[in-house]
């Protein structure tokens, strides 16, 4: 079985501040994994995604992940963040196509000014 | 990347009625596509899987004749909540398997149901 786990519900970040959003994932095979962000009273978007190819893994706005198979972890991160990425952050886990997606119970980003 | 659409965006009803909401892959095929419901600062609860041309999976827990999906076509399903009462508001995203070996998933904007 699998399952995701984000650690910390509320982060905050100064404008400008290093943005680290945790997650860590248990899986019986090789997962895929991927980052969404959620902006108030819409859907889900598509930050970035692991799929087997490299470790270090870069998206849109700036956002990258790097994939560590030894600590179990897909942890987001961004060097500056910017007042617009206040957001709903969720990780999700896949065995691939087909197969279910397990997210986690998502990370709220604050972005103080 | 490939265009989800769901429609509506809000819908507010009377307890007692039933609401359709609608979920579209704009330019692409989806044989896959997935209900899910978020409650107010939670994460999302899958709700059912549904296929092109077969019944949908529903996940444990969630009533089947409460919530009819159809998935008629490659590019449209649709969540119908019937006889809504006031516990089912909610926000009701869909989202849709995309192609490639990776099946990543689209999302819907999401449809904020108000019972009343």
């Known amino acids: 079985a699998q399952s995701v786990t984000q650690l910390g519900s509320h982060v905050s970040v100064s404008e400008g501040a290093l943005v680290l959003l945790r997650c860590n994932y248990s899986s019986s095979v090789p997962p895929y994994l991927f980052w969404y962000v959620q902006y108030p009273n819409q859907g889900l978007q598509l930050l970035l995604k692991?799929?087997?190819?490299?470790?270090l893994v870069k998206g849109i706005n700036g956002f990258e992940a790097e994939f560590k198979k030894s600590e179990t972890s897909f942890h987001l991160t961004k060097p500056s963040a910017h007042m617009s990425d206040a957001a709903e952050y969720f990780c999700?886990?896949?065995?691939?196509?087909?197969?279910?997606?397990?997210f986690g119970t998502g990370t709220s980003l604050t972005v103080i000014p | 990347g490939a265009v989800v659409s769901q429609h509506p965006s809000w819908v507010i009803c009377k307890s007692g009625t039933s609401v359709k909401i609608e979920c579209r892959s704009l330019?692409?095929?989806?044989?896959?596509m997935f209900w899910y419901r978020q409650f107010p600062k939670q994460s999302l609860m899958l709700m059912a899987t549904s296929n092109e041309g077969s019944k949908a999976t529903y996940e444990q827990g969630v009533e089947k004749d409460k919530f009819l999906i159809n998935h008629a076509s490659l590019t449209l399903s649709t969540l119908t909540v019937t006889s809504a009462h006031p516990e089912d508001s909610s926000f009701y995203i869909c989202s849709a398997l995309g192609g490639g070996k990776t099946g990543e998933l689209f999302f819907g904007e999401g449809s904020r149901l108000t019972v009343l």
């Open positions: 330019d692409f095929q989806a044989t896959t």
């Open positions: 999700a886990v896949s065995e691939g196509r087909g197969n279910q997606f397990y």
């Open positions: 692991y799929t087997s190819a490299a470790t």
